[in-house]
């Protein structure tokens, strides 16, 4: 019998699935929500001992791509302080805190972190990835978010303050849209993050209203900014940056995810290299039930695939990653499994393929072996997965 509990750098939870700071995480009926429905642990939506400005929930949706966060409000202290012993109370969840300082105050960070852990807070989470608080100033002196995110030093400042200032696990969840998550990963390790969280966060162009002038398309707002997006498309990023910090072998653990819906998305996130996941885009879109949906699927793929743990199957499939130009090219041809082929001709008006025709006759679709290229494209078209190829 396959076993789901994982220590992921100090920070013991009992399966792989932890929701996300965001919306979802700033209520205690949603805490207990999540406890109910599998959850192993939760990070609080951000915390901050000083507010830039106000907001209230405004999201662009489009369920083909994702959500983008224009704005939502962050907790102040006193009310994390207070979630933190209510959840601690009334739930089984390991609560970990996502927070930030204040300004020109670096021991800030240290001080409110501090303040958490008395309350019952199982890990700290900094966050240095928030692009809605982008300021001028670097070195650690004017910066939140994304902007101190981009900048290794100051990272390294921030987490050695918290490190002396806490005995939990601290997570530093870092900024990928900066270019620098690869220096700044090395240097929140040498200062004593125990936990890499990584995620695909960018800011992104909301749809508009092209029949009125190219208003954006944020509810009850004349203006609006370029919030971070998650979503279908940043399982595929996220899995990338999550590879490439697991592979740089800082020794911590990683974490993160994003986009993640269904059992085999976890898996995939796994075998890149995080010993556990987070959620949030998903559970707003599909609700908190989806946690018991994937921990099913997770364990049944365990117990059929032979791994005992979660630990067996982290990071394996960094052994076929490899640079650009060394991939290997065997001659394949694509074949059409005729049992799931329903004629749908999807696959048919592919610009760039001559190999693929349809059998009047049988109804079927079906590919001539010699013109076939072997590219991998009609995977991805057949709604059926019809798809396969062979040598």
């Keep these: 019998m396959s076993s789901l509990k994982i220590d992921v750098g100090g920070f013991e939870m009992k399966n792989p699935l932890m929701i996300a700071s965001g919306p979802i995480s700033s209520k205690l009926d949603h805490l207990k929500q999540a406890d109910e429905n599998g ?136 900024n990928t849209e900066s270019g620098k998550l690869m220096p700044v990963s090395k240097a929140v390790a040498e200062a004593g993050a125990d936990i890499l969280n990584i995620h695909a966060s960018y800011r992104s162009a909301p749809g508009l209203d092209i029949y009125n002038g190219g208003k954006m398309l944020y509810p009850g707002s004349e203006k609006g900014n370029f919030g971070a997006i998650s979503g279908v498309w940043s399982k595929r990023a996220s899995n990338r940056f999550i590879n490439d910090v697991y592979r740089a072998n800082t020794g911590k653990a990683v974490i993160g995810g994003s986009g993640l819906y269904t059992w085999q998305d976890v898996v995939e996130t796994i075998m890149y290299g995080a010993s556990a996941v987070q959620m949030c885009v998903p559970v707003m879109q599909k609700g908190f039930g989806l946690g018991k949906e994937i921990l099913k699927g997770l364990e049944q793929f365990m117990d059929e695939c032979g791994y005992s743990s979660i630990d067996e199957m982290v990071g394996i499939a960094s052994k076929y990653v490899c640079a650009p130009g060394e991939m290997d090219y065997a001659d394949v041809t694509a074949l059409i499994d005729e049992k799931r082929c329903i004629g749908c001709k999807q696959c048919l008006p592919i610009a760039h393929c001559d190999a693929i025709t349809y059998d009047s006759d049988a109804k079927k679709c079906v590919v001539e072996e010699d013109k076939c290229i072997g590219c991998g494209f009609c995977r991805g078209v057949c709604p059926r997965d019809a798809f396969t190829y062979v040598l």
């Design 39 to 174: 959850f192993a642990a939760v990070s609080l939506k951000h915390t901050m001992t000083w507010q830039k400005f106000a907001a209230k929930p405004r999201w662009y949706s489009d369920s083909k791509i994702g959500v983008i966060v224009s704005g939502d409000p962050r907790l102040d202290p006193e009310y994390t302080l207070d979630m933190i012993r209510k959840a601690k109370e009334q739930t089984s969840l390991k609560i970990a805190v996502n927070l930030s300082g204040t300004p020109n105050n670096v021991a800030s960070w240290g001080e409110l972190s501090h303040m958490m852990e008395q309350a019952g807070a199982d890990a700290i989470e900094l966050n240095f990835n928030c692009p809605n608080l982008l300021t001028a100033d670097a070195k650690t002196k004017a910066v939140l978010g994304a902007n101190l995110g981009a900048d290794p030093d100051s990272c390294r400042t921030v987490v050695s303050e918290v490190r002396k200032s806490v005995k939990i696990p601290v997570i530093a969840k870092l």
